[in-house]
């Protein structure tokens, strides 16, 4: 059975770093791209970032580009989100998910499977 | 970037009606589209991809049809179990998901 676990997440003043992480069961973590998705409180999804199955290509919305970097650990079987100069407006509930193809090279497919997210609270 | 647009915003049916969301990219995308299925607290849930191709375990009456910037979701005959967000995703360039359709009880 896949499982995505999201920990990391909190409350952090604003210009303040966190970093997120996903645990990743029951598949060959590094066959598979993996994401970042968002949903801020009462709003509709927002991709955040992918990366592919051996890290070399990697892409951002660019609401976080600069500020954030994503990354993975095939050895450990899991995938982080480091979350800089944090903002009001990156208040938000943080979904792993997998891509759905094996080594996909260009920026992603559909998402077969998520966490069930993490929550980020970026306030003073 | 690719802008996703997904009309209408909300939608009010019954059960038993025919419903259709669709979904416009600001360029073409082929036919690298999905669709999600989200409940309240819960994750999305996949049911369509590349545009037409039914997810497995999806029931038979979510359908997907379009290519190039013009996608749309089809319910036949809502259930009570349909009443819920739905969400367009491309996938041509990165990913851009539009910002959601919330089907509710009329």
């Known amino acids: ?124 | 970037d690719i802008q996703m647009t997904q009309s209408p915003s909300t939608l009010s049916a019954s059960v038993g009606d025919r419903v259709t969301i669709t979904c416009r990219a600001s360029q073409s995308i082929s036919i690298w589209l999905a669709w999600y299925q989200q409940k309240p607290a819960k994750a999305p849930k996949l049911l369509i991809y590349k545009a037409s191709s039914l997810e497995s375990g999806v029931p038979s009456r979510f359908s997907g049809s379009g290519s190039g910037t013009e996608f749309t979701l089809t319910i036949s005959s809502l259930q009570p179990d349909d009443f819920a967000t739905y969400y367009c995703q491309q996938y041509n360039s990165y990913s851009t998901f539009g910002q959601g359709t919330k089907v509710e009880i009329k």
């Open chain 1, 1 to 124: 059975e896949v499982q995505l676990v999201e920990s990391g997440g909190g409350l952090v003043q604003p210009g303040r770093s966190l970093r997120l992480s996903c645990a990743a069961s029951g598949f060959t973590f590094d066959d598979y791209a993996m994401h970042w998705v968002r949903q801020a409180p009462g709003k509709g999804l927002e991709w955040v970032s992918g990366i592919s199955w051996n890290s070399g290509n990697i892409g951002y919305a660019d609401s976080v580009k600069g500020r954030f970097t994503i990354s993975r650990d095939n050895a450990k079987n899991s995938l982080y989100l480091q979350m800089s100069s944090l903002r009001a407006e990156d208040t938000a509930l943080y979904y792993c998910a997998k891509d759905s193809v094996v080594g996909a090279t260009k920026g992603g497919y559909y998402f077969d499977y998520w966490g069930q997210g993490t929550l980020v609270t970026v306030s003073s």
